[in-house]
DNA sequence: ATATTTAACGAAAACGTTTTCGTGTTGATA
DNA sequence: TATCAACACGAAAACGTTTTCGTTAAATAT
């Protein structure tokens, strides 16, 4: 009985079918009542409507995706969520998808080469019209990137965003990693900085690469010379977060046989805030004694104490513009495919957007 | 010509279709073949199976979504991405969704109502077979829920998680938010606290009051007389981030007047931390002069100086819980359908999970 | 030699749409 | 009255699968 009343009060989707039987019509009547085609009479229109509205009537997606050979939904591919710049990315992802009409699904590669092929294929097989991702660190490592290749040559644009690299053309949305690390060496120098330490990853990352470069470059263009006691560099191939001890340990290590260290350059906001912490630790002021600069404006750096000057990365606008990338391209695709012939040979030059950097000044420097 | 180039290395994806019209067999043949129904001859198997190989045929998802009217895919509805715990509960879910072999399509209510139909009318519609959500601010504001309602009637599955409502009959996963104040709230009494205050927020969001409830709670039956005065309400009606300097001046002008306060219980980690810098500002010693002690383990916590004793919230535990108990019923779904009758009434009772908290100790509490 | 089973495959329906192309019924026109 | 638009609608194909139900030919049984 009780099965009975819940299948009574289960109003189950309706579909054009069963609006057809129920009002003695044809399915492409509905159809085209529903769409308001003029085909059909002013009556039979008026009431399919109304039954259509009575009964709550929504095409079914999937037919429609079916049909139409295109299910706007994005796919986004990211190494990881737990993380407030790729939060950011993705907000600004869903922002301008939504408005224009898109869903988006999801994957985390978490950092693991085979999790990210496995992702890709099941995106792949219809579920999503575009890709938007950001490499995982194992791909980087290993340099393989066939499986982004395939994809493409399926027919299936993606955008790469943050970790990007050159090997596999489309789209990309970058952060100009280089010249930010550059302002951020300049600020210090500005600041009467002597002695200017690096901290950053190990170099497969290409950010972590670029922003070292321009570590160097901004150096050498001031009249310093790089010493190569003032870089450390992490091994993040392990998991950051259980590994904070040795994270300090290896920066107040690094302090401590430095000491001449008054200015500090991390390319994220983990390795800034952590030094500012081992330097308070070592008895050492900021920004009195030490000035500090990261990379990434995220939660920590304004909310630390003192509150981190960073360089920021702008996750939320590089979403939007890779999803704006993205979706330009679908629709010019389906503008395409509707004309016989187009003279657009200009098909196959891809777009490579780069965010410009901006340094907020906070309280780790002077 | 360029065109042609392009065209010849485009590997289009291929359908049974195609691979019937290549290997002079029909679709069926093709589709039993690659299922490895033993209706195919071994020959004409090894044929088409060897064909599928080579051109990567994966079956499209669309549609077999659409002729098994089901998805596997699960939509995540929730107020916000760029947040700590959310990231972490939809970690939680796509790890065991991936598991059971399930796609996540993520939504964002943005906190607000309007919203959050949009999203739920979108993904209703044959995009999912059911839904993981938190309710967004406006809704709980609003106390209207027929949204949910309406999509729990049309038979597709919702869990929700954390911020939940009675009003809406579904498995819930939920912290036991007050224990979990009362947990805090008596170490702070241990740690010989005499006037502990609560910074919280405004009543309607479910969790702020259970946690408010616990603080009271706790206070009565350890002999302590709740004073009103020790309790500082927030409206967060408006966007946070925005208002650092608001929370400031309102914490350390609730500090001032209010001197006796040597412990704080804060009902989420963005209101410790800035508790903690606004004492250290007015000369307070954490921990010797004030305790603070926060809910919700995020990065905020970890890496604060001092670093913060909370209340751990799980994200991560209450995602895979939720995923669970959505598959879960999802899949009794499919097996039930599979059968002409079978005798579970039982099927209408819902599940709440509740997540034990637990109190990670730091710096922030002698 | 006839009947019946088995093996190997194809046709068609179904999932829910949209769209193209009929087709029959009007009403107007020659 | 015969012809022709215009109107209002239905049939069918298509998207890519899976599955049920034939159907044919060969193999076995009677």
């Given at each position: 009985m009780l099965l009975y009343n819940e299948f009574l009060a289960m109003k189950k989707k309706i579909t054009l079918k069963q609006i057809a039987k129920e009002l003695d019509v044809s399915v492409s009547t509905v159809s085209k009542a529903l769409s308001g085609s003029k085909e059909?009479?002013?009556?039979?229109?008026?009431?399919?409507?109304?039954?259509?509205?009575?009964?709550n009537y929504k095409p079914n997606n999937i037919a429609l995706s079916l049909k139409n050979r295109k299910t706007k939904t994005i796919g986004i591919l990211i190494p990881e969520i737990v993380h407030h710049f790729f939060s950011t990315v993705i907000r600004g992802i869903e922002?301008?998808?939504?408005?224009?009409?898109?869903?988006?699904?999801?994957?985390?590669?978490?950092?693991?080469?085979?999790?990210?092929?496995?992702?890709?294929?099941?995106?792949?097989?219809?579920?999503?019209?575009?890709?938007?991702?950001?490499?995982?660190?194992?791909?980087?490592?290993?340099?393989?990137?066939?499986?982004?290749?395939?994809?493409?040559?399926?027919?299936?644009?993606?955008?790469?965003?943050?970790?990007?690299?050159?090997?596999?053309?489309?789209?990309?949305?970058?952060?100009?990693?280089?010249?930010?690390?550059?302002?951020?060496?300049?600020?210090?120098?500005?600041?009467?900085?002597?002695?200017?330490?690096?901290?950053?990853?190990?170099?497969?990352?290409?950010?972590?690469?670029?922003?070292?470069?321009?570590?160097?470059?901004?150096?050498?263009?001031?009249?310093?010379?790089?010493?190569?006691?003032?870089?450390?560099?992490?091994?993040?191939?392990?998991?950051?977060?259980?590994?904070?001890?040795?994270?300090?340990?290896?920066?107040?290590?690094?302090?401590?046989?430095?000491?001449?260290?008054?200015?500090?350059?991390?390319?994220?906001?983990l390795y800034a805030v952590t030094a500012m912490k081992v330097a308070k630790k070592l008895g050492m002021h900021v920004p009195d004694d030490i000035q500090v600069i990261g990379f990434t404006d995220g939660v920590l750096s304004k909310h630390a104490t003192p509150s981190l000057t960073t360089v920021s990365q702008h996750g939320q606008k590089m979403g939007e513009q890779a999803a704006n990338l993205l979706i330009d391209r679908l629709d010019a695709e389906d503008a395409e495919s509707e004309q016989y012939f187009t003279n657009n040979d200009k098909k196959s030059d891809f777009i490579k957007v780069v965010i410009e950097t901006e340094i907020i000044e906070r309280e780790s420097t002077k």
């Open positions: 059909i009479s002013e009556d039979t229109t008026q009431k399919i409507q109304a039954f259509a509205k009575l009964y922002r301008v998808a939504n408005r224009r009409g898109y869903n988006v699904i999801v994957g985390l590669s978490n950092e693991s080469f085979a999790k990210e092929i496995i992702n890709m294929e099941m995106l792949a097989n219809g579920s999503i019209d575009g890709f938007i991702l950001s490499i995982s660190k194992e791909t980087l490592l290993k340099q393989d990137y066939h499986h982004f290749h395939a994809t493409i040559s399926q027919g299936m644009p993606i955008v790469m965003f943050d970790r990007v690299v050159s090997e596999v053309e489309c789209d990309k949305v970058i952060v100009d990693d280089f010249n930010g690390a550059v302002k951020a060496v300049k600020k210090l120098i500005e600041n009467n900085c002597k002695n200017i330490a690096l901290i950053t990853t190990m170099d497969y990352v290409s950010v972590g690469k670029l922003r070292t470069q321009g570590y160097l470059e901004a150096l050498e263009t001031n009249g310093f010379v790089p010493d190569s006691n003032l870089i450390l560099k992490i091994d993040d191939s392990l998991n950051v977060e259980n590994h904070l001890e040795i994270l300090e340990t290896e920066i107040a290590q690094f302090f401590q046989t430095n000491p001449q260290i008054d200015g500090v350059f991390a390319v994220n906001e």
